[in-house]
């Protein structure tokens, strides 16, 4: 039994770093979108083979979709890291503005992943776009728990989390317009004013 089990082939170990391949393929598809982005663009800005790229993901949609889920986790992560550390409606603020502070050049200008793939994929491929979108339906739930947190009744947190996910859909398109920093900021900062006349926590000061 040992001398069979010693006989079995052995695993073939990982030719290349996973996480680091799904990062490139993140950057490309999110720079490019789905529809432009070729396998031969993915195995060379992954470094990779296509048999590798094939044993490892599966096919380009597979890996869009794990590409995908990876963007809005990363999404939801920058929103729970600013809720921790800042009051409700600062964290709020600083998720929207967050691509006004260089925190990465290469990013800074393409938008949102969720967002461009639904403007990109709806009427051309439903399921994708769907799933970009319940994607961005949490991130708008999370908005409402903010809300909550900020003293806003239920009511009122649904529907102001309606409205800061159309402002943040906006706001990452029009990124994509390169506009001077003033130019995005002042429509964010003055949407804030307004949205914190209606959260009474609000009321006496910012947060």
Request: glycine share 8%; net charge positive.
């Amino acid at each position: 039994m040992d001398r069979a089990v010693n006989n079995l082939p052995m695993p073939r170990p990982t030719e290349f770093d996973t996480e680091r391949a799904l990062d490139r393929a993140l950057l490309l598809f999110w720079r490019k979108g789905y529809q432009a982005t070729s396998l031969a663009d993915l195995t060379e800005a992954m470094g990779i083979g296509r048999g590798s790229f094939y044993a490892a993901f599966g096919d380009k949609r597979a890996l869009f979709e794990a590409c995908l889920e990876r963007f809005a986790r990363r999404t939801r992560g920058i929103l729970l890291d600013a809720m921790r550390d800042r009051p409700p409606l600062d964290a709020l603020q600083f998720f929207l503005e967050r691509h006004l502070h260089g925190h990465d050049p290469r990013s800074a200008s393409l938008g949102c992943m969720l967002v461009n793939t639904v403007l990109e994929l709806a009427a051309v491929d439903d399921a994708l776009s769907e799933r970009a979108g319940r994607h961005l339906a949490d991130v708008q739930a999370l908005f409402e728990s903010c809300l909550a947190r900020a003293g806003c009744a239920p009511e009122r947190s649904r529907e102001l989390a309606a409205l800061l996910m159309l402002l943040n859909e906006g706001v990452r398109v029009s990124s994509r317009r390169r506009l001077a920093g003033p130019a995005q900021r002042d429509p964010i900062e003055a949407a804030f004013r307004l949205i914190r006349t209606q959260v009474p926590a609000a009321a006496g000061g910012r947060g």
